[in-house]
């Protein structure tokens, strides 16, 4: 059982360029939800999906866009990344929407020079 | 949107039972108290959620005064491997706007033998 796998694992990237963080989950959950994790900051919601077809905006989503084509996969792209985008990002799901109980992926480390 | 405040660090021994307060001076009435533990470099794990009272499973229990404005985390006996950082999170459970899930900044919990 696979759970929320998230890719890549890691990633290097130049100011202004374009990247797509991947998560995919196989547990047919409705929502789905992309959080960025800093220091000192925790954790802020970036952009959520109640279910496939439908997006909503979190606490930080500027910089972000997200789709939700189907069930299983939710990717989150910087359109064009700045520094202050360096972050781990976390991609995470629950069984309904609005339910408290989610499952995280294993994160992807983001560093933008 | 209910915010919450924890301490930002905790030091026990193993053996030792270990309680960490969250404030939550505005959760509204249809909010939830989800508590959530991490360990270094993975992403968030589920631990107990509540609505009132009290509310206890293998791993921990959940005590919510009356007015619901604080909430404390009670984990029995704790050992090494119970070092990680804690977060409460106050919002909505089935049903709702994603936007209103808030990740307070964690406590930091440091197990010594």
């Known amino acids: 059982i696979a759970g929320i796998t998230q890719a890549p694992t890691s990633q290097i990237l130049a100011a202004g360029r374009r990247m797509t963080l991947r998560c995919t989950q196989d547990?047919?959950?409705?929502?789905m939800y992309w959080y960025r994790q800093d220091l000192g900051l925790g954790l802020r919601l970036i952009h959520y999906s109640n279910t496939a077809g439908t997006t909503g905006k979190g606490e930080v989503p500027d910089g972000y866009s997200v789709s939700r084509a189907n069930t299983d996969d939710f990717p989150l792209t910087l359109a064009s990344a700045v520094p202050s985008q360096t972050s781990v990002y976390f991609c995470?799901?629950?069984?309904?929407?609005?339910?408290?109980?989610?499952?995280f992926g294993p994160g992807t480390r983001l560093t933008v020079l | 949107l209910a915010k919450t405040t924890q301490p930002i660090s905790m030091d026990s021994y193993e053996g030792q039972e270990v309680n960490i307060t969250c404030s939550h001076n505005n959760i509204a009435t249809n909010d939830y108290i989800t508590w959530y533990q991490q360990f270094p470099s993975q992403g968030p794990r589920f631990i107990i959620q509540?609505?009132?009272t009290k509310v206890t499973n293998e791993v921990a229990s959940l005590f919510i005064p009356a007015d619901r404005k604080s909430s404390t985390l009670s984990l029995p006996r704790v050992s090494l491997s119970d070092t990680a950082v804690y977060y409460c999170?106050?919002?909505?459970?089935?049903?709702?706007?994603?936007?209103?899930?808030?990740f307070g900044k964690g406590t930091k919990l440091s197990v010594k033998p």
């Open positions: 999170l106050v919002g909505r459970s089935y049903g709702g706007s994603q936007g209103n899930l808030i």
């Open positions: 509540g609505y009132k």
């Open positions: 995470a799901s629950s069984r309904l929407a609005g339910v408290n109980e989610q499952f």
């Open positions: 547990m047919r959950h409705n929502a």
